[in-house]
């Protein structure tokens, strides 16, 4: 909420309604919607009777559950659409995808989520896991999140390490080196690496662009090979990609 204000409450309260849909969540009722939302049942059955005269909600009478509407697919494809991040960075990701034969992705955050934009599964070896547009990944073990995080200050960083500690408090000692790591690693080398999924390896790095925010780009490949030679391998490739979708940019101008 950094510089806006003031801010509308029952908006706010809105859209926490319609951020509880996740995958295997799709279908919610009120007391479903509270609990995720934090939120008393009477607040969350009125903004949903809102939210479904809207249209961003649909109702199901029999059930008594809300699921999300048509308006957000449409949402969704005008912000990917009207990116001019994007539209730069698509065909260069495509291009060195398929020469090099693997994984590509760019993400934005949001909140303690990576958001894929995009992705390009094209490794060799197939993944069992399909990841597509607008997909959420943990940002504090993945290297597209971590990356991300090395765009920002310690006071910045702070809020999502209160988070990221009360959701991991066992794991949090490991967690915060790890993390202390990537970041240095960013800013040393221009890149991180993480393997947050068994045989996956991945290297990342941040994309920033004057008046924007900032994106994340990742390489990654599923292997059994050992994760440091695997991630030497894609760092060239990774780094390469941005530095191609910079000069584009810069091309372009106004960035």
């Known amino acids: 909420m950094t510089g806006l204000s003031p801010t509308n409450r029952s908006l706010i309260r809105g859209l926490q309604l319609l951020r509880a849909f996740r995958p295997g969540s799709e279908s919610l009722g009120n007391g479903e919607l509270a609990e995720a939302t934090g939120l008393p049942r ?20 029999a059930r008594r559950t809300y699921s999300l509407g048509a308006p957000l697919l449409g949402l969704a494809f005008s912000m990917r659409s009207s990116s001019r991040v994007l539209h730069l960075a698509a065909p260069l990701m495509e291009e060195m995808a398929r020469r090099e034969r693997i994984n590509v992705g760019i993400a934005l955050a949001d909140r303690d989520e990576m958001v894929y934009l995009e992705s390009l599964r ?6 069992l896991r399909t990841i597509m547009p607008g997909q959420r990944i943990p940002m504090e073990s993945t290297s597209l999140g971590r990356a991300w995080l090395s765009t920002l200050d310690n006071a910045q960083r702070e809020p999502l390490y209160r988070g990221f500690r009360n959701k991991h408090p ?23 690496a993480a393997s947050w999924l068994p045989n996956v390896v991945a290297v990342a790095c941040p994309l920033v662009f004057a008046g924007g925010p900032a994106y994340a780009l990742n390489a990654s490949v599923t292997t059994d090979e050992p994760f440091g ?4 391998v894609l760092v ?20």
């Open 229 to 232: 030679e695997v991630a030497s």
């Open 42 to 61: 009477a607040t969350v059955s009125r903004l949903a009777q809102t939210l479904v005269a809207e249209g961003f909600l649909l109702h199901d009478a």
């Open 122 to 127: 094209l490794s060799r070896r197939k993944s």
């Open 170 to 192: 066992r794991q949090w000692m490991t967690l915060e080196h790890e993390l202390a790591q990537a970041i240095s690693d960013v800013h040393s080398k221009g890149y991180c």
């Open 236 to 255: 060239g490739p990774l780094l390469g990609l941005a530095e191609s979708i910079r000069v584009e940019a810069g091309r372009e101008g106004g960035w």
